[in-house]
């Protein structure tokens, strides 16, 4: 019969192999601590050595450069009044392009013009926005602001003065035009409008001084460039609109 004392000798040492004493349980946990503690000094002197961002602004040529302190900002150089002048009043000129454009649904059903008028729409209304964000950048005020300044309460006149802008009369014979007749009006209106355009641009590029924004520049090219382009197509619908005898 077995011995029950050796039994509960077994049974007891058993669990003291399986189980960890609390003794060494505490042990660990304290090893675990001091490791974080330890850690803690470390991560600290990490972010602190962690590099400040510097500023560094380029000298002339054969001058050092110069550090600047890390709140430092960057701001836009200063715009030439000839670039300010030039975007304001594009708006304008832009403006009236839309207002043409806004008269096709209702005025024709010759499907390339329709094609070619939303074309004009959409891009002409997108540079307005960005020459809007131009101005506001640089702290000068849009067109919309112009009709509200001293000398500028007199729109007539100053479209006037703007290349290629339809007279208030072209403008209300294309309203009363239809079919035939408002084609042939608004492809010879929006060819004096864009040619107007390029004569701005022109204007704005041979000006001392003026275009050399990157951003400007860019928009001023692309104007040109999309214009001529839509220009020629015009030219070609134009063609194909007149009469026999009178090609």
Not at 78 to 83: G, I, R, V
Not at 105 to 122: Q, V
């Amino acid at each position: 019969m077995p011995n029950l004392f050796s039994i509960s000798h077994r049974m007891q040492t058993r669990s003291i192999t399986t189980k960890p004493s609390l003794a060494r349980r505490s042990a660990i946990h304290g090893a675990s601590f001091l490791i974080v503690i330890a850690f803690l000094p470390f991560a600290a002197r990490s972010q602190a050595d962690t590099p400040k961002p510097v500023v560094v602004q380029p000298g002339a040529p054969g001058a050092p450069t110069k550090k600047l302190p890390s709140s430092t900002k960057a701001s836009l150089p200063p715009a030439s009044p000839a670039d300010v002048e030039f975007m304001q009043v594009m708006i304008l000129h832009h403006a009236q392009a839309v207002e043409m454009t806004a008269m096709i649904p209702t005025h024709t059903g010759r499907k390339d013009l329709r094609s070619l008028g939303a074309r004009i729409s959409s891009s002409q209304s997108d540079e307005i926005k960005f020459m809007k964000r131009w101005l506001a950048t640089r702290g000068e005020s849009s067109a919309r602001e112009m009709s509200a300044m001293p000398g500028m309460d007199m729109p007539r006149e100053k479209m006037a003065l703007m290349p290629g802008m339809l007279t208030p009369e072209q403008m209300q014979a294309l309203r009363q035009a239809k079919d035939s007749d408002f084609d042939r009006l608004f492809l010879t209106g929006m060819i004096q409008h864009h040619q107007g355009a390029l004569t701005m641009v022109k204007d704005l590029f041979d000006t001392a001084g003026a275009g050399q924004d990157a951003e400007l520049f860019d928009f001023a090219t692309d104007v040109d460039s999309g214009q001529r382009a839509e220009i020629r197509i015009m030219e070609t619908m134009l063609k194909n609109e007149m009469p026999e005898e009178n090609k």
